[in-house]
């Protein structure tokens, strides 16, 4: 897993999708594979052959010019030239024999390499058409109602206390069959109640990155998906302080299909926060424009969860591009048609994501937010 920091002034190559450079990429490893199988032991006879080749050969007495034939002339006998001519590689002899085990030293690597480029291409196609296959999950995006709420000296004593909502929270998860949820207002004593309870998912940024980041974190059914990739993106809460909130890359158990997922809590106005409409439109253009930038980088799909305590206003900035689309309905290029119920609580996907059987569904006093949940599709291939 890699886990990282981002920023927006920090801007990387964009590496062009593997359905581009995977084929380009094979074709090479088949040059080197062929390559050093075939040079890296001695070629067929090269041990005999080069030193017999690069010897002079006797020329018989018979046939060498007059003065050079018999004993006469220079009165040396079968050494005129003056060098000292050694014995050729028979096929019997261990020259020859050393040749051939070479020959088939060679042959065996050669064969020997082939099967293992066989068997990785057939791995590589494999996962290509796992990853070609269309995914189906349930996502939701849920405002848990922070435990500072309901506890002593909190704004809702309407409610139970964090324990027993937090009971009502994990069963309305499983009874909605969610595998990808990401929490808002989810404090650390409300972490440590849901790791130990729903021990079928698993979350990102966890306790990690403090008490202010825990309240946003990301969880998924960990049969389902595991986590690549992680980083957080710096957003700008109530009166401008700024808060990391999380990006992550999962990966399907089963088809090997990814996509990045990431959870945002925009500032309220409330009598104690105040107007932060200045706060809220700049966490919106942050966000908006760190994932479009994500997705045309590496073309996996985005899904995006929050409360962004605005309802038309959110809808029309994040579906103007003509990248995202809401999984409430609505328009999803160019102008703004909001669909006609709307929450704060929003779920948007980009192109490659495709929604269905959205719900609002009521959790009782778990919290004084809905379960927003709606079916989503991984429809296009990486």
């Given at each position: ?157 309407g409610f139970p206390d ?24 989810f404090e650390s004593t409300q972490h440590n109640m ?189």
């Open positions: 897993m890699k886990v990282s920091r981002f920023s927006l002034s920090a801007r990387g190559l964009r590496w062009p999708p593997p359905g581009v450079w995977a084929p380009v990429l094979a074709i090479v490893l088949v040059v080197v594979v062929v390559w050093t199988s075939f040079f890296a032991g001695p070629g067929p006879g090269s041990t005999a052959t080069d030193r017999t080749s690069a010897e002079p050969t006797e020329v018989p007495r018979s046939e060498r010019p007059d003065g050079d034939g018999g004993d006469g002339g220079d009165g040396q006998s079968g050494s005129d030239d003056g060098l000292d001519v050694g014995p050729e590689a028979e096929p019997g002899t261990a020259d020859g024999k050393s040749a051939t085990a070479a020959l088939d030293r060679s042959v065996r690597r050669f064969r020997a390499a082939q099967r293992r480029l066989a068997q990785q291409v057939s791995r590589q196609l494999e996962r290509q058409e796992r990853r070609a296959q269309t995914l189906e999950f349930r996502v939701a995006t849920y405002n848990v109602l922070g435990d500072s709420h309901t506890g002593p000296g909190g704004n809702k004593p964090a324990g027993p909502r937090m009971d009502m929270a994990i069963a309305a998860l499983r009874n909605n069959g969610i595998d990808v949820v990401g929490f808002q207002e849901f790791t130990s309870r729903a021990g079928e998912y698993a979350l990102y940024p966890g306790l990690a990155l403090g008490d202010k980041s825990v309240r946003f974190n990301i969880a998924w059914r960990s049969s389902m998906w595991s986590l690549v990739e992680a980083h957080t993106l710096s957003i700008p809460y109530a009166g401008g302080s700024r808060i990391d909130m999380p990006v992550v890359l999962l990966e399907s158990t089963t088809t090997g299909r990814r996509a990045w997922f990431a959870n945002f809590h925009n500032p309220a106005d409330t009598p104690r926060l105040g107007n932060n409409a200045h706060w809220r439109s700049m966490a919106a253009g942050i966000e908006i424009a760190h994932l479009t930038e994500l997705h045309a980088r590496d073309g996996h799909p985005v899904i995006v969860t929050g409360d962004f305590n605005e309802r038309s206003e959110i809808f029309c900035r994040f579906t103007a591009g003509g990248v995202f689309s809401a999984a409430a309905g609505g328009s999803s290029a160019g102008g703004c048609a909001p669909p006609p119920s709307m929450q704060v609580d929003w779920i948007f996907g980009s192109t490659g994501v495709a929604f269905e059987g959205y719900a609002v569904t009521g959790t009782g006093v778990a919290s004084d937010h809905n379960l927003v949940h709606a079916q989503a599709t991984l429809t296009e291939v990486e």
